[in-house]
């Protein structure tokens, strides 16, 4: 058995999730050839990312002449699967917000993947997130190519089913992820009962240096953090309000926001017209190291979002012993247990998240202590990688077992001999 990992782009600073589960799955035995579909070369600082990138291998990276030579291949030596497969790429653009275009280039990309796999002798290919890495995986797939799973993170995938063919993904993979029962929960609305049992849940883990590092108490300092993207989706514009309000009061206290994202101006605008400078820094991205010292130096983390999957920012903090304000949406009632481990507030509410700040400010540190442990202990038992690893390798074995068919290795017409293979370094 040996597996191939396709991401769309590998490795990004927030996908270290990705890599955690590519080591438990080798520390398993089972090896993992890593591909990417766009290089991300100028992306890593974390030094782990920088040796998985030298792992990964971008098919964009053969340029269009690499793309052109990848698909005759294939149109010369399987011609009918080629068809099919083209079928398939029509069916699903049709609906696709992205059109026929760019799926036929998804096609022509599933196609150099297709000759790398079998190169390589791949048994199976799991994709991250079900949009275009596993458009890829299926079209590489339809043309002959191994077996594809995926996994499920939301919230995009959920808010963009039909149009991105999930129904179709998920009919013809072997298996699903979901990493939430919320996740699991979406994927039954939009395919056929026959196949909810397909899906199944495997949790997103911890990196190691927030669950090792010894407990710190939880300063008396009055101090928020914020870890994620600037965007629409994570309430931020929500969250200034409600700091407004606090200020308003006369409360003493910081709030930073460690992150970058599109909404940066529109944030830095609301700031300077409420007169907030002194209460909220955005610091713009962050390493791993820096992230768990600003959550160590927080009395509790905040995150506004409208929408989710299950963050991975919300266990780092918990497994740091600081209890998390946020919102009651997706997966998240999942990790934060009301008053045990943090406040749930009302999704878009300015009002029900300036109460749970206010109380987090208010409360006695030995509260804080509490509600942190607590958290701790939740994400030690539910996000342990040595254990979500080993349920996704048993997946990975059941298939095999199920679907030992080999897959060829030799083209199956003379003619293509003749082409040119098409090679690049990894990460080109």
């Known amino acids: 058995m040996k597996i191939a990992y396709l991401i769309n782009q590998y490795p990004l600073i927030n996908h270290s999730f990705i890599r955690r589960e590519i080591a438990g799955l080798e520390a398993c035995g089972i090896p993992v ?118 996994t499920i993170h939301g919230p995009e995938e959920f808010d963009k089913a039909t149009i991105l063919g999930l129904d179709e993904k998920i009919q013809r993979s072997s298996f699903v992820v979901a990493i939430s029962s919320f996740g699991k929960s979406q994927l039954y609305r939009w395919c056929n009962r026959q196949y909810w049992s397909k899906i199944h849940v495997i949790h997103c883990t911890v990196d190691e240096i927030f669950l090792r590092t010894p407990r710190v108490s939880v300063p008396e300092q009055p101090r928020f953090v914020c870890v994620g993207r600037l965007a629409e989706q994570k309430g931020h514009l929500v969250l200034i309000e409600a700091v407004a309000r606090l200020a308003a009061e006369g409360l003493q206290f910081k709030l930073v926001l460690v992150g970058d994202g599109p909404l940066r101006s529109e944030i830095e605008s609301m700031i300077a017209r409420f007169g907030l400078e002194n209460h909220v820094e955005i610091i713009g991205w962050a390493s791993n190291s820096e992230v768990k010292q600003q959550i160590l130096n927080s009395r509790a983390m905040v995150l506004s979002s409208f929408a989710e999957g299950l963050p991975v920012v919300i266990m780092e903090a918990l497994a740091l012993g600081r209890p998390v304000i946020t919102t009651h949406v997706a997966g998240v009632p999942e990790l934060v247990e009301d008053r045990k481990c943090g406040w749930l507030v009302t999704p878009g509410s300015v009002e029900a998240l300036t109460v749970a700040m206010r109380t987090a400010l208010q409360s006695p540190v030995e509260t804080l202590e509490q509600m942190g442990k607590a958290g701790a202990t939740l994400i030690a038992q539910r996000h342990n990688i040595t254990i979500e690893a080993e349920k996704l390798a048993a997946l990975f074995q059941s298939e095999t077992e199920r679907s030992p068919q080999k897959v060829a290795i030799k083209p199956e017409v003379a003619e293509v001999a003749s082409l040119p293979r098409i090679t690049t370094t990894k990460s080109s």
Request: net charge positive.
């Open 33 to 150: 050839a890593r591909f990417s579909i766009r290089s991300c070369s100028h992306e890593p600082v974390e030094k782990a990312d920088k040796l998985e990138l030298e792992k990964t291998r971008s098919i964009l990276g053969v340029g269009i002449i690499g793309l052109f030579l990848a698909t005759l291949r294939v149109v010369l030596s399987r011609p009918i699967r080629f068809v099919k497969a083209l079928g398939l790429t029509f069916k699903i653009g049709w609906r696709s917000d992205r059109g026929c275009l760019r799926n036929l280039i998804y096609l022509a990309e599933a196609c150099v993947l297709l000759d790398w796999l079998l190169d390589l002798g791949i048994t199976q290919v799991h994709a991250h997130f079900g949009t275009n890495s596993t458009t890829v995986a299926m079209l590489c797939h339809a043309l002959g190519g191994p077996p594809y799973s995926f």
